[in-house]
C-alpha cells in the first residue's frame, strides 16, 4: 500500500536515511525497533508524506505520489510529542471528522466509540493543559484513529504510559484492525511490546535495514583497547567485550542464538558472563523460546522448550547469560 524506494535523506548533508525499499502491505502491523538517532522518526515523516526524500520515490498503491493532499488524507502519523489544539479533548477528536464533512451524528458515534475503546471518556471535557503526558498520546492515538485512515504511523505511542495504559492501546488498535483493513507502522523502543503486537518486526541502524535480528541492539561508544581488537563498551550497567578493529561510536548487536543460557556460571572461554533474572518467556515459531532478562541490560537469547523445562526458567528465575567477543557484531 505505502512505499518508500531508493530513498536516501539528508539533513544539513548528513545522511540519516538510506533505504532500497520499505513497504507497509495493507492491513499490515509493522513494528520498527532500533537504538535512538537510529532513522525511525524520519522514515515515520517520509512515509507519512510530511516530508520529502532528498532522493528517492513515495508510492501509495503502487503509484508515485505527486498530490501530497490527497493522499495525506489516508495516512495519519502520531507523533512521539504529539501536539493538541487549545480546546478539549471532545473537540480535538472532532476536528479531522469536521473538516472532512462527517455528519454529526457519525461524528458523535465514532467520538463515543473511539472514547471508549481508549479508556479517555472520562477525560472528553478537559483542556490540554489538564492532561498528563501519557493522555495526551492517547488522546491524539484516539483523534488518529477517528478519522479512519487506512495507513497509521505511531511514534513511540507508548513511551509516556504506564503498563496499563499501554495495554489499552494495543489491544484498541487490535481491535480496530479487526474492524476495518488498516495497516499499521509503529516505531519503539520497546522489544517486548514490538513482538507482542506487530506481525513484522524491522530494525534499524544508522538509517539503515539491519541485516541482524532487531533484538539486542545497541548504540555505545568503543574504548581504544591497549593491545589487539578486544574493545568494551559500557551498555547499561555492564561492560560488553567484542571484537573489532573499530573505535568510537558504533552499534553492536548481540544475536539472540549466540547466548548461551545457563543457571550457573559455567567454565568458559566467553569473555561476556552477565549474571540476572528472567523477566519474560515468549514462544516464537516451533520449539523456540525467546528468554528476556535483566543481567545488569535486557537482553534477549533463543533457547528450545527443552532447555527452558531442563533449566527450570520462569519470570523471576535465576538466570546467567554467556556470549563470545566474536559472536558480538559491530557496525
Not at 63 to 73: D, E, F, L, P, Q
Not at 204 to 221: C, I, K, M, Q
Request: charged share 25%; with cysteine.
Amino acid at each position: 500500500m505505502l512505499e518508500l524506494r531508493d530513498v536516501r535523506h539528508e539533513y544539513d548533508g548528513r545522511v540519516v536515511l538510506h533505504l532500497e525499499r520499505f513497504a507497509v502491505p495493507p492491513g499490515a502491523a509493522i513494528a520498527v525497533v532500533g537504538p535512538n538517532g537510529s532513522g525511525k522518526s524520519t522514515l515515520l515523516r517520509l512515509l507519512a508524506l510530511l516530508e520529502r526524500p532528498t532522493q528517492g520515490r513515495v508510492l501509495l498503491d503502487e503509484a508515485v505520489v505527486t498530490s501530497r493532499g490527497a493522499a495525506r488524507r489516508r495516512v495519519t502519523l502520531v507523533e512521539q510529542r504529539p501536539i493538541l489544539f487549545r480546546a478539549t479533548v471532545r473537540e480535538n477528536l472532532e476536528f479531522g471528522l469536521q473538516v472532512r464533512g462527517i455528519r454529526r451524528t457519525e461524528v458523535n458515534r465514532r467520538i463515543q466509540d473511539v472514547a471508549a475503546r481508549f479508556g479517555i471518556t472520562p477525560l472528553l471535557g478537559r483542556r490540554r493543559h489538564e492532561l498528563s503526558d501519557g493522555e495526551v498520546q492517547r488522546v491524539a492515538v484516539a483523534r488518529a484513529l477517528a478519522v479512519e485512515p487506512d495507513v497509521l504511523l505511531l511514534d513511540e505511542p507508548a513511551s509516556s504510559a504506564d503498563r496499563a495504559a499501554a495495554l489499552t492501546l494495543y489491544r484498541a488498535l487490535s481491535e480496530e484492525r479487526v474492524r476495518r483493513p488498516m495497516a499499521v507502522c509503529l516505531a519503539s523502543h520497546q522489544l517486548e511490546d514490538a513482538y507482542r503486537w506487530a506481525d513484522d518486526v524491522r530494525a534499524l541502524a544508522d538509517g539503515r535495514l539491519s541485516p541482524v535480528t532487531p533484538e539486542n541492539l545497541f548504540r555505545v561508544e568503543l574504548m581504544p583497547a591497549e593491545s589487539g581488537d578486544l574493545k568494551h563498551a559500557c551498555v547499561g550497567t555492564v561492560e560488553i567485550a567484542a571484537m573489532t578493529d573499530r573505535t568510537g561510536p558504533a552499534i553492536l548487536a548481540v544475536p539472540p542464538t549466540d547466548i548461551f543460557v545457563s543457571r550457573e556460571p559455567l567454565a568458559s572461554s566467553a569473555r561476556n558472563t552477565f549474571q540476572g533474572r528472567v523477566t519474560g518467556l515468549a514462544r516464537r515459531g516451533p520449539g523456540a523460546v525467546h528468554v528476556t532478562a535483566d543481567v545488569g541490560v535486557e537482553l534477549i537469547a533463543v533457547v528450545t522448550e527443552e532447555a527452558v523445562r531442563d533449566l527450570a526458567l520462569a519470570p523471576g528465575s535465576p538466570v546467567v547469560f554467556s556470549f563470545k567477543a566474536s559472536a558480538v557484531r559491530v557496525f
